[in-house]
């Protein structure tokens, strides 16, 4: 009892009364747009912050208070454990929508499985993105697939009681706003000041949504995106489009990534032997990184994040029946990679966690991904992108102030020959590149995310000779 400080006792005493909600770190550390560099992120006290996650939006195929915590311990606690400080978690689904019974009626019961989800999130610093709504219609839209959550909102049809009849009426009445913004105080009320939670994403991939004119949702954002942040000063405040995989959503990624409001650019980009583009039905790494460099492009000084990247049938008829025969998750690897290598804030963010990062246990590729990039400041290198051309291997590096990282991929190993062919992937020998700029190293070293281990590596006049490898490897070289 002598070892009891004041300090103490006015916790206990806290907690006892309900004064301080279980999970919230006593350390107000937020997550921010770098001072220094805001192509990347930083916390508040001025460490830096790259999002190393997952989507983990809610656990699928579970239905009691018990088995729904209980599953998101499980993915929490295996993210956390392989270096996972992020995840993004929607709000509207099911087992966490607070406002189910009726429009503008919420249910403290669900709240407090949200207070959990935190909690449980803080015992290994993750930082939790919430999304706000995913409706697309009011009525008649179901789940896509098994496992999946409704695209639709009954309760605010006025058929049910509710008191929209459309979409159109949602997005540009006083009355839509209105209960668009009465949700997000109700939350600001609880959430305000959580250090755990990274941001707030007004809806998942609003586009998909029923409207007579795309003018309307971009107007909605627009204005929606300060009215978050005055609720929220102490998080960011972002909006999400659907998969860039047309000509066309280009100039809707443009016009929503220049909102100077929307604090972070997000791109979604699958896999999809459906899409228009022809990027999205080839090499993984490929398409990550040019989705990552064409927001990068659009000439906005702000966080690029790829947010959702995956695999999927045509036209996201489900989820990609390649995912069971890629055991060592090599798609992963070239998500996480690829997107920070094209001067992401962080890596890519997978979806599918549970058909196929759980399904396989392949949670250490954060691990292997944090051990990659160890010690490295991306706001403080100021990093460009570059690439070098070569004809057996895709080279892409960054250059900063202090470091240069080149990550190398073999060109011949992709998820056609590995996954559909069940071309085992080779390894490579003797290969070398030299780099496109005059450097003068103090230490060199490659890493083998495949196997974990390292090596020293020496360079002769910017020429870089390689190890023996499969796949991948990464190069960090200390600059003087």
Same mark, same amino acid.
């Given at each position: 009892m002598k070892n009891f400080n004041k300090r103490k006792w006015l916790l206990i005493a806290g907690l006892l009364l309900g004064l301080i909600r279980p999970g919230i770190a006593q350390s107000n550390v937020f997550v921010k747009v770098s001072a220094e560099?805001?192509?990347?992120? %930083? !916390? +508040?006290?001025?460490? &830096?912050?790259?999002?190393?996650?997952?989507?983990?939006?809610?656990?699928? =195929?579970?239905?009691? %208070?018990? +088995?729904?915590?209980?599953?998101?311990?499980?993915?929490? @606690?295996?993210?956390?454990?392989? #270096? #996972?400080?992020f995840t993004r978690v929607w709000l509207s689904a099911p087992m966490f929508e607070v406002e189910h019974k009726k429009a503008g009626e919420y249910d403290e019961v669900i709240?407090?499985?949200?207070?959990?989800? *935190?909690?449980? &999130?803080?015992?290994?610093?993750?930082?939790?993105? =919430?999304?706000?709504?995913?409706?697309?219609?009011? @009525?008649?839209?179901?789940?896509m697939f098994a496992g999946s959550v409704p695209f639709d909102k009954p309760i605010y049809y006025t058929g049910n009681g509710g008191p929209l009849s459309t979409m159109d009426e949602y997005f540009t009445s006083q009355k839509g706003?209105? /209960?668009? *913004?009465?949700?997000?105080?109700?939350?600001?009320?609880?959430?305000?000041?959580?250090? #755990?939670?990274?941001?707030?994403?007004?809806?998942?991939?609003?586009?998909?949504?029923?409207?007579?004119?795309?003018?309307?949702?971009?107007?909605?954002?627009?204005?929606?995106?300060? %009215?978050?942040?005055?609720?929220?000063?102490?998080?960011?405040?972002?909006?999400?489009?659907?998969?860039?995989? @047309?000509?066309q959503a280009k100039g809707l990624y443009h016009d929503y990534s220049v909102i100077p409001d929307n604090e972070i650019a997000q791109v979604h980009r699958y896999l999809d032997q459906g899409g228009a583009l022809p990027v999205t039905r080839g090499a993984v790494d490929v398409l990550a990184y040019d989705a990552v460099s064409t927001l990068r492009g659009f000439g906005e000084i702000k966080p690029v994040i790829l947010s959702e990247v995956g695999a999927v049938e045509p036209h996201h008829a489900g989820p990609s029946l390649l995912y069971p025969k890629d055991t060592e998750g090599m798609m992963l690897h070239d998500y996480l990679f690829a997107a920070f290598f094209a001067g &992401?804030?962080?890596?890519?963010?997978?979806?599918?966690?549970?058909?196929?990062?759980?399904?396989?246990? /392949?949670?250490?590729?954060?691990?292997?991904?944090?051990?990659?990039?160890?010690?490295?400041?991306?706001?403080?290198? &100021?990093?460009?992108?570059?690439?070098?051309?070569?004809?057996?291997? @895709?080279?892409?590096?960054?250059?900063?102030?202090?470091?240069? !990282?080149?990550?190398?991929r073999d060109k011949a190993n992709t998820w056609q020959s590995e996954l559909n062919e069940g071309l085992k992937p080779q390894t490579i020998k003797g290969k070398s590149f030299k780099l496109p700029f005059e450097v003068k190293v103090k230490n060199a070293s490659v890493y083998n995310p495949w196997e974990d281990t390292g090596q020293t590596l020496k360079l002769k006049n910017n020429q870089v000779n390689l190890p023996e490898f499969k796949r991948s490897g990464v190069i960090k070289l200390t600059v003087k």
């Open positions: 560099n805001p192509r990347y992120l %930083e !916390l +508040s006290d001025g460490k &830096a912050y790259i999002p190393v996650g997952i989507n983990i939006c809610w656990p699928r =195929f579970v239905s009691s %208070e018990d +088995s729904v915590i209980m599953k998101m311990e499980h993915y929490l @606690t295996k993210l956390g454990e392989n #270096g #996972g400080n709240a407090r499985r949200i207070d959990k989800i *935190l909690e449980i &999130a803080g015992k290994y610093n993750i930082k939790v993105k =919430f999304c706000l709504e995913n409706f697309r219609d009011l @009525t008649n839209r179901p789940a706003k209105d /209960l668009f *913004l009465k949700r997000v105080d109700f939350f600001a009320k609880r959430y305000k000041d959580h250090p #755990g939670v990274f941001g707030w994403e007004l809806w998942n991939e609003i586009n998909a949504v029923k409207v007579s004119d795309r003018k309307i949702i971009l107007d909605w954002t627009k204005a929606m995106l300060p %009215e978050l942040k005055k609720r929220f000063p102490n998080h960011l405040a972002m909006q999400s489009l659907g998969s860039f995989d @047309t000509e &992401a804030a962080g890596p890519g963010q997978s979806w599918h966690w549970d058909y196929y990062i759980d399904k396989h246990d /392949l949670w250490y590729h954060l691990a292997r991904f944090n051990k990659a990039i160890e010690g490295i400041d991306p706001g403080k290198e &100021a990093f460009e992108p570059f690439e070098v051309r070569h004809g057996e291997l @895709t080279i892409y590096g960054l250059k900063g102030k202090k470091h240069v !990282l080149v990550w190398f």
